[in-house]
């Protein structure tokens, strides 16, 4: 059994692609670090790898096997949900607004109750890292809004034309599920053939995402973040949403 590497700031990750998980009693656990070091999180995105871990923890960088995904052309708008759409885009006090405050979303994300899993993922360097990668532009948020309030959003990382799905919330039901049927829209307007959703769940496979080899997603990867960039093409706004009416 080989031993899960332990990252020091200058170090580079072991390559999921081309190396097999260095610990077969703990699947998709990568390497692990004390802390996300400047840099860091790029290179682990461009790789397929994301940190997932919590308070008090150090740092664990996962690549997981199957890898959960959403091709935007086979999001499930429901009859229920496209009514909820219709809706919202005929109140003219609703709107999505992208990239308007991202510090904002992703707070809301990270002390959002969750039914199917623990919040407290999101740490406070978690929300420090994923910021500074919104200030370079590889991530973006979109939140929904009613009447000046904000109702629900999600926040996600982009490189090339890789979309990664990262948190969503909600403070009226189906919120979210309007920030991702405006993301998956918008996706399907610029060609982004895949949303990575890293893990598994009910709520996504609810939602159209099915899980494929890890191969698969990594091979799919690298071609997407050689492809054009969309890194300056996140402007959009509820009109998107005409897509699933």
Same mark, same amino acid.
């Given at each position: 059994m080989s031993q899960i590497t332990w990252l020091g700031p200058h170090d580079s990750f072991p390559n999921p692609r081309f190396e097999a998980d260095p610990d077969a009693?703990?699947?998709g656990l990568i390497a692990v670090s004390e802390r996300i070091y400047p840099g860091q999180l790029s290179k682990a995105y461009q790789l397929g790898i994301f940190p997932w871990y919590s308070d008090n923890q150090p740092v664990l960088w996962w690549s997981p096997d199957p890898r959960m995904v959403l091709k935007p052309a086979e999001f499930k708008c429901s009859d229920s949900l496209q009514k909820i759409i219709r809706h919202f885009c005929h109140d003219a006090q609703s709107q999505i607004l992208v990239d308007a405050d991202f510090g904002a979303v992703i707070r809301s994300c990270a002390t959002s109750a969750r039914k199917d899993q623990? $919040?407290?993922?999101?740490?406070h360097e978690i929300m420090d890292a994923y910021t500074a990668l919104h200030e370079?532009?590889?991530?973006?948020?979109i939140a929904v809004t009613e009447a000046g309030?904000?109702? $629900?959003?999600?926040?996600?990382?982009s490189f090339?034309?890789?979309?990664?799905?990262?948190?969503?919330?909600?403070?009226?039901?189906n919120a979210s599920k309007i920030a991702l049927a405006a993301l998956t829209a918008w996706c399907l307007k610029i060609g982004v053939d895949m949303i990575d959703c890293q893990q598994e769940?009910?709520?996504?496979?609810?939602?159209?995402?099915?899980?494929i080899p890890r191969q698969a997603f990594l091979e799919q990867l690298q071609i997407s973040i050689n492809q054009s960039n969309i890194?300056?093409?996140?402007?959009?706004?509820?009109?998107?949403?005409?897509?699933?009416l």
């Open positions: 009693s703990v699947p623990d $919040g407290t993922w999101i740490t370079q532009g590889n991530a973006h948020s309030q904000m109702i $629900g959003g999600l926040y996600c990382v090339g034309s890789m979309v990664f799905g990262e948190s969503m919330f909600s403070r009226k039901s769940t009910s709520h996504l496979h609810s939602l159209g995402a099915t899980p890194k300056h093409s996140w402007t959009f706004d509820k009109t998107i949403l005409h897509h699933w």
